[in-house]
């Protein structure tokens, strides 16, 4: 009986020369300068900013990459901390993408949610509506969402340096809403029926069943927009 000879695994460098030394050699050694160089590519500009960080001004200007000509200086950590209030905008940031990652997972969920699993009679029409809304360009929306924002209708107040100028905007995300249904089509309707026969009703449906089961989609979908928020969104706020 014949036994089936193990796959062999095609390269630009063949396994019987992956066993002379000099090449493994050669090919760990470029390995490991390879990945040096990444890490330096990676690491560097953050590294160059922390020597900045505690480098006197003049010696910045003067010659940037020495190291430390003229000691150290760790009062600008004390007087951008304290002074300049870097506490307060990373704290902004920080608030900022909690709430815009907030209402965009509400609002992804619970529209996705209708679209997909109640499906009223005017579904389809919603749908479109939210389809229709991805034509638009984001710079035509500029104008439009700072006069919602002025005054907001229903609420008389205006959301001007707020957290909810950035929040609520947040949660209108017809992407997001789309990619949710999407992923709410490929859940089986057979547990969504067993559980209807068990007396869940829509709220049960949505929290205990559906949400469990989409996991994946709403870490993908909740980066989106959160992310974003906190890069676009990091200055100051009076609030």
Not at 42 to 68: H, N, S, Y
Not at 111 to 137: E, N, Q, W
Not at 174 to 181: E, G, K, P, S
Not at 213 to 218: D, V
Request: glycine fraction near 8%.
């Amino acid at each position: 009986m014949k036994t089936r000879s193990a796959p062999v695994q095609r390269g630009i460098v063949s396994s019987a020369d992956w066993r002379r030394p000099l090449v493994r050699a050669g090919l760990g050694g470029a390995h490991g300068v390879l990945l040096l160089l990444l890490v330096i590519a990676g690491l560097g500009p953050m590294l160059l900013l922390a020597k900045f960080a505690v480098t006197p001004t003049q010696d910045i200007l003067r010659t940037p990459l020495a190291l430390f000509p003229n000691g150290l200086k760790f009062d600008n950590l004390e007087q951008a901390w304290n002074r300049v209030q870097i506490s307060r905008y990373f704290l902004n940031t920080v608030w900022l993408a909690l709430g815009a990652w907030a209402s965009q997972v509400i609002v992804a969920t619970t529209g996705g949610y209708v679209l997909s699993v109640l499906r009223p009679k005017y579904g389809r029409a919603l749908h479109a509506m939210v389809l229709a809304t991805l034509f638009v360009p984001a710079v035509v929306l500029l104008i439009p969402l700072y006069l919602t924002v002025l005054d907001p209708p229903l609420l008389g107040v205006s959301l001007i340096n707020t957290f909810w100028a950035v929040w609520l905007p947040a949660g209108a995300s017809a992407f997001n809403v789309v990619l949710v249904a999407r992923f709410f089509d490929s859940l089986p309707r057979e547990v969504f029926e067993a559980a209807r026969v068990d007396g869940a009703g829509n709220f049960r449906l949505f929290w205990s069943i559906v949400l469990p089961m989409s996991k994946p989609i709403l870490g993908s979908s909740a980066c989106l927009r959160s992310s974003r928020a906190g890069r676009t969104s990091s200055g100051p706020c009076s609030c």
